[in-house]
């Protein structure tokens, strides 16, 4: 039976850490078509567990005790401060070309994600995965943390394409895995496993920059099967590619509980309450230390990142 040892819980507590918390959506999200994700959408969207499309976040601690440095400490993901991605879909007429566009985003705060992980704990609808850092790797996700909030891109929420390090802002999970990017330990089997990729068609695609509506609804009824496919490489379509949070929480449940064979033993599968997880050490990895950021921040350029919240990648 998993569990964490009182000497692997202390060390825990006492070493530099970053912990990836994974939330599946309420009912699970069906990605087989655009009429099975539309429906997933509405499904989900009307049940009360909130987390509508699943969710990523992060906790980061640097206790100082290697360095000598004060000690640091977040938890925090990417969020959205409007309604405006539910109201695209439904009123505007963007249906599932809102996954490609961002909206205005906001930094969440530890004290409800406190909250809402002791709960996951007892419910066991979470999983994550801490890693044990060295502490040169700590103050390097922690001047990049830094960084993103002062540089404004925790204003800018998805879409699901958009990538942290070009400035781009980010959906939950793009913003989860960059501090795995940004301290060189996103393992392959991450960007082989945690990633869903499709050919969106482009008649279920509106958006500010197409002259196109399309009716969510008719998504969802999926009358005479129009929508009961993605589309086939020679048609006409906009390829979605993004780490998908789904996969990411069934993906660590199935490694801890041994269904899946991954890593050659580097790691310890643990649970805390019902909730499963794996603990990877990854003290012995130099981290690099080239620049963050590719981009301008919001402050610089507060046009470029107006055109972040209107077009896609």
Known sequence: MLGISLLLAAFVASADTLTLYFYPSPSGMNWQSPHHLSVSILKNSALPMGRTIGHASVELKCTGEEDGLPPFY?????????????TNILEKGYAIGTVFLATRGRMEERIALKKER???????NMSFITT???????RR??????EYRAR??????????????KGEGAGCTAFAKSFYEILGILSPEF???WITEVRVPEGTIGGPDIKRKVDFFALFKNLGNKYGRWAFAHEPHRLLK????EKMYEWVNAVAQGQYSVF??????????????????RRPIQSPDTAFFTAPSTQEDPSWFASKLLSPP
């Open 264 to 281: 050659e033993g580097r790691f310890e599968p643990v649970a805390r309450g019902n909730a499963l997880g794996l603990v990877l050490d």
């Open 242 to 245: 993004f780490w998908n949070p």
């Open 74 to 86: 977040d938890f925090t993901g990417a969020a959205g401060a409007t309604n405006d991605h539910r």
């Open 132 to 138: 044990f850092i060295n502490a040169p790797a700590c």
């Open 152 to 165: 404004g891109y925790g204003n800018i929420y998805g879409g699901l394409m958009h990538e942290p390090l």
């Open 118 to 124: 002791a709960a996951k704990y007892v419910s066991g």
């Open 141 to 146: 996700a922690q001047k990049y943390l830094t």
């Open 191 to 193: 960007k082989r496993d």
